[in-house]
């Protein structure tokens, strides 16, 4: 697999350590920090081009063209909006991701073509959230544009389901346990699993159904 | 949605080029609107300028659709960063559908990315190429 990395810092540290491990990827870094090119090409023992990924002549020489991957890093949205768009309509990339600063931008950047927008800030306020969560549902991850989403739900001794197993409760047809978190092991429920107090159970589902499956769990 | 009426000229940076391409709508009688980042950018406005101006981040989208980029007929983006300036043709164009956009570049390598659009591009280094062969000519 072809893969361009541009700017970043730690991150893209990160980001390239990761895509090295596996044999066949063809690494190319491009960033216009100076002493970060350094850095990186010492420490991973990598070329680095030093360079402004937003200009045309050096994606050419850096021979991005027909690359699988292009992740552009740098803290400013819209030259991660320009090397990316740039990269799809003259280099023939075949997927473009970035990162933004605004969360806002997340939709506009997919409107205007690019393939994959992440925005840390929004990640980050969503896992604080979370975190600081007192009730007993946490929502771990949508897929699929929202269509499916992944919660935990805590088990107390109070709901009517708990110490019973599943094939007890009649457990709600449009979602699925998906595992149980029972410190410190992780079970794959069937039938004759027992729901026990403090058990986290890993559920998918619509979103539609899931205020639904909440309230059957927690009657 | 019942189609809006478009009426306004928005200006987005308040360069030299910018200021002037304002002031010489305003001249003219239009409804135009001038936007910077800094408010010291606007000191470079002339007393022929007699429209709006307001401070604040063009490529935060929420505060373009506040200042009605929806209704405008035209958009001149001229800010000094080449990027920002794509970045908000592309918006206008692709989200906004305003008729009229214009922006400057100095890289002339990004003109590509405007190809197939009704954005145009004013590039100052391919005036100023132009004009020295003119006056070579001479």
Do not use: W
């Amino acid at each position: 697999m072809k893969v361009v990395i541009v700017n970043g810092g730690h991150e893209a540290d990160f980001i390239v350590k990761m895509f090295k491990q596996k044999k066949n990827n063809d690494i190319i870094v491009i960033n216009s920090d100076k002493a970060y090119c350094d850095y990186i090409s010492a420490n991973l023992q990598m070329p680095v081009y030093f360079g402004v990924a937003t200009k045309k002549y050096v994606l050419e020489e850096t021979n991005v063209r027909d690359a699988d991957v292009f992740i552009a890093l740098s803290n400013s949205d819209a030259d991660n909006y320009v090397a990316c768009i740039l990269a799809k309509k003259e280099f023939n990339v075949k997927k473009s991701i970035c990162t933004v600063t605004n969360p806002k931008n997340v939709e506009l950047f997919k409107k205007l073509g690019i393939d994959s927008v992440i925005c840390s800030t929004y990640y980050l306020a969503e896992t604080i959230q979370n975190e600081s969560s007192l009730e007993n549902v946490i929502k771990l991850l949508s897929l699929e544009n929202e269509q499916i989403v992944l919660y935990e739900v805590l088990i107390s001794e109070k709901y009517a389901i708990a110490n019973k197993t599943i094939a007890e409760i009649h457990f709600p047809e449009n979602a699925n346990i998906s595992c149980i978190l029972r410190y410190p092991h992780v079970i794959i429920p069937n039938g004759a699993t027992v729901l026990r107090p403090k058990d986290k159970l890993v559920i998918v589902s619509a979103p539609s159904n899931q205020n639904d499956v909440v309230n059957f769990i927690q009657r | 949605m019942k189609p809006m009426k478009r009426t306004k000229i928005i200006v987005i940076g308040a360069s030299r080029l910018g200021a002037n391409i304002a002031r010489m709508f305003s001249e003219r009688g239009e409804d135009v609107l001038m936007i910077d980042k800094s408010p010291e950018a606007f000191n470079k406005l002339s007393d022929g300028f007699s429209g709006y101006t307001i401070c604040g981040d063009a490529t935060e989208m929420s505060f373009l659709e506040a200042n009605g980029i929806a209704t405008a007929k035209k958009v001149i983006i001229a800010t000094e960063d080449d990027n920002i300036n794509i970045l908000l043709a592309h918006a206008s164009f692709y989200v906004y559908d305003v008729p009229r956009i214009y922006l400057r570049l100095s890289d002339c390598d990004k003109g590509k990315l405007i190809e197939n659009t009704s954005i145009r591009a004013i590039y100052p280094f391919l005036l100023s190429i132009n004009e020295f062969q003119f006056l070579d000519k001479e």
